[in-house]
């Protein structure tokens, strides 16, 4: 073949016309201004949104769940935590295909009947039902393995609470969100949630992840919370009211236990309770902590806190002696009564006897602003500083608008109303020498603070009374073995229908020990007695007795009363 | 002249490849880190789920019944209980 060079074809010999050359050109320039066009809106204009739609395709943000903290008791055992849970959802479109076999084991396993369940996959717009939350992981995992078309999982925490009712008014519980709603789950809210993190990944293509695109902001866990209760002594004071409100049948109890020293609530227990993990079973009235949300007329408990006063101001001396007669005593144009004749008493036997027109003459002597300011002082009208939801003033009017004839009666405890918290708060005045010490129910670590209400010598004088009313002549049911305790039992009666009954009645004792060095002031009420013993002396002073004498004994406090030991060191126990 | 192109064009090659190591070995620690984490994760919850179960199994209600109801224990009292430093205690007639 003969090679024919380039400028030489016999193609290009014939004369072609200029504008096809042209042409070429014109298409060829169109063409490259096309794609440049293009590459300037791809890589120019629309490029963000590209990129989203590539990092849509391998980055995935995941959320890093964080725990609540937990809540522990004084010795650091568990009283609240969290573990993970799973929440069980359906798409209902999906879930169709369910064989009705499946579906009964589905039913079975989230402890449900299946028309239940029926029913809420029955609504085909939803993409998205709720079947249960909280299901534990054991469960969970079961109902994975039943490989359900359209049931999936997500995952959630669950609260658990070991204690359950025992505690459940101090501890609270969270809603299903996790957040706290009632007791120290609402209180310490902020303290014990975290914060969930977040970190933006790239995944491969089996899922698996292969590098952090951005820092990780790291999940934050809720911080543990220490609380100053004991949970033994709280199950000694849950199982002492249970026992009374058994054996005298009354509508409810509660008792507080603080710790003298420290001002920590050691225990705090109120009933009617509920179980924390079974919502079914609550009833709202048994929601409310009895302890610090409700309040009642003290009745004699207050009384202390009178003499104290007019002791403390030189207004009587402890041999002023007060003639109450009869029992019965004309004060301002109404009667004030006593339960029982006790002739002339000193401001001791005033206590000891609960003699109601003995406190009406100290209160005599007292001036309305005086009484107000004391009272005030010992907290009352205000609510403790404890952060707990709910917490309860109390009421204390204004001392201008007192009459003569209700200055009276609060020197013995009607017209005015407390929280049984308050009460026992401002007992830790004579169990401390004078001071009250403020409150807490997280431990504490640092010295607390308190304010001077009497003075030593009065708070010492008033203790010994105290002492003598829970003694043989006194409230004698509130005495504990090996130790020696002080205290003032109450029986207030109730208001009902704006007039005081005489059937209804909350006895209360109010009392600390040992007297020698007082460690703990313990606080009772029973609400409603019915089985005809109301006194607070006959009902509330054996539970006061009881949880004393526990206390004590779990404090590893060392008697200071004398008493017969029927065991010598060094001998054997003979064999029971 | 060619002769350093060649060692050159090695050298880029054993650079390119030392880079694709390099990076499959960097995912496929990230990936057992990533592991290590969830494990970790995973004995936490593990602890408290064990914590859980340990307040569960102790507590003061369920010990309080065992004691009682099937170990026939009775509570201690300070009469048969004898105090090591008994000299504090004061000798009698303390109380009023």
Redesign the interface.
Known sequence: MKRVPFFNNPVLRGQLPAWRSRLVLILLFGGFLTLAGRALFLQGISTEFLQQQGERRYERTLTLPS?RG?ILDRNN???A????ARAIWAIPDDARSATPQQLAALAKLLDANVADIRKRLADEDKNFVYLKRQVPMEVADKIKQLALPGIHQQPEPRR?Y???E?MAHVVGFTNVEDQGQEGVELAFNQHLSGRPGSRRVIK?RLG?????VQAVTLPVDGRDLRLSVD??L???VY?ALTDAIALHRARGAAAVIIDARTGEILSLASLPTFNPSERASWQVSALRNQAITDTFEPGSIMKPFTAALALDLSRISPNTTFETGNGRFQYQGSTISDVSRNGTLNVAGVLRRSSNIGMTMIAEKLESREMWDKFTELGLGQAPQLGFPGAAPGRLRPWERWRLIEKATMAYGYGLSVSLLQMARAYTVFARNGDMVSLTLVKRESEPTSVKVFSPKTAGLVR?ML??AA?PDGAKLAQV????VAGKSGTARKIVDGKYSLSRYRSSFVGFAPV?DPRIVVAVTIDEPQTGVYYGGAVAAPVFSTIVG?SL?LLAV????????????GLQEPQR | MGRLSLVLAVVLMLCAISLVTSRYQS?QL??DY?RAQAKARDLE?DW??L??D???L????RV?HAARETLKMI?????????I?QA?????????
């Not at chain 1, 935590?81 to 993970?84: D, I, L, Q």
């Not at chain 1, 060392?558 to 060191?569: G, L, M, R």
């Open positions: 725990t937990k055992v568990v009283v935590s969290s573990v993970p658990y070991p204690d359950g025992v491969d698996r992840v292969i590098e952090d949970t033994r709280q199950y000694l199982k010994e002492e003598a003694g073995q090996g130790y020696r020698s526990g004994r060392q008697p200071d009363a004398p008493f017969e030991s029927t065991v010598v060191a | 995912r990230f990936i990533d919850v408290r789920r914590q859980l340990r307040a569960e102790a507590r003061s209600a309080d509570a201690i009292v300070p009469e048969r209980t004898i105090y430093n504090s205690v004061p000798a009698a007639g303390a109380a009023p």
